[in-house]
């Protein structure tokens, strides 16, 4: 496989469900992301795990929950969700060169396609 | 000072015309300015990125233009297809940045 892989590609959940969105990166980045896509609005950031710190949207709810167990695998633990949190959940990653290196560009998986009911 | 503003929302092109997206950014550290297409069930893969180091860079029928001092970059789409049809999306990033900073999109249309 290559490329950012996401599994589900779509995910219909309770609000009193607990699931969890899974990533993988082949690509041997050294960062991984989470966005958010609703319609009509533009793609949020979510939380950034870069260079083995974990960086945050401080407007994320404690409903979602990242875990980033190596630079190959990224989770989006979700529990008690609410219907506005349905939407499009992408998964991203790139190499940080750091030191003012900057970054390279981001590579995107197909997304899970997120309905709370 | 991290927003990039984009335009239009959305456009609409005959085929064989020049689609054009503008974008614009306040923080001056910015130094790496890509363009993502997303097509309808598919996450955003880059198009085209640029660094403020030249003016204009041209792949294909796909062309950026960049103006440092007015700090604004712009997409434009040669001989626009109906298989461009998609939503544009421009982003920034800074040289000790580890995110990118993202417009709100453009939906474009192209008729046949």
């Known amino acids: 496989e290559t490329g950012v892989t996401q599994t589900p590609r779509h995910l219909v959940m309770g609000m009193t469900n607990k699931k969890s969105l899974k990533c993988e990166q082949h690509?041997?980045?050294?960062?991984m992301y989470w966005y958010k896509q609703s319609a009509k609005k533009p793609l949020e950031l979510m939380f950034v795990y870069s260079l083995e710190e974990r960086v945050e949207n401080n407007s994320v709810p404690s409903r979602f929950s990242p875990e980033c167990p190596n630079s190959s695998h990224l989770f989006l633990h979700l529990h008690t969700l609410q219907p506005e949190d349905s939407a499009l959940y992408l998964c991203?990653?790139?190499?940080?060169?750091?030191?003012?290196?900057?970054?390279?560009?981001?590579?995107f998986g197909q997304g899970t396609r997120l309905t709370v009911v | 000072q991290q927003q990039v503003k984009q335009s239009p929302q959305s456009l609409i092109v005959q085929k064989g015309g020049i689609s054009i997206i503008n974008c614009a950014y306040e923080n001056t550290a910015f130094d790496y300015f890509p363009w993502y297409q997303q097509f309808p069930g598919k996450g955003p893969a880059l198009l085209i990125a640029?660094?403020?180091?030249?003016s204009e860079k041209k792949e294909g029928r796909f062309t950026i233009s960049f103006n440092k001092s007015a700090k604004q970059f712009s997409l434009h789409i040669m001989d626009s297809q109906p298989g461009d049809s998609a939503t544009y999306f421009c982003a920034a990033s800074h040289n000790y940045g580890q995110n990118f900073v993202f417009g709100p999109g453009t939906r474009l249309s192209v008729l046949p």
């Open positions: 690509l041997g980045h050294n960062a």
């Open positions: 991203a990653s790139s190499q940080v060169f750091g030191e003012r290196g900057g970054m390279s560009e981001a590579f």
């Open positions: 640029i660094r403020p180091d030249v």
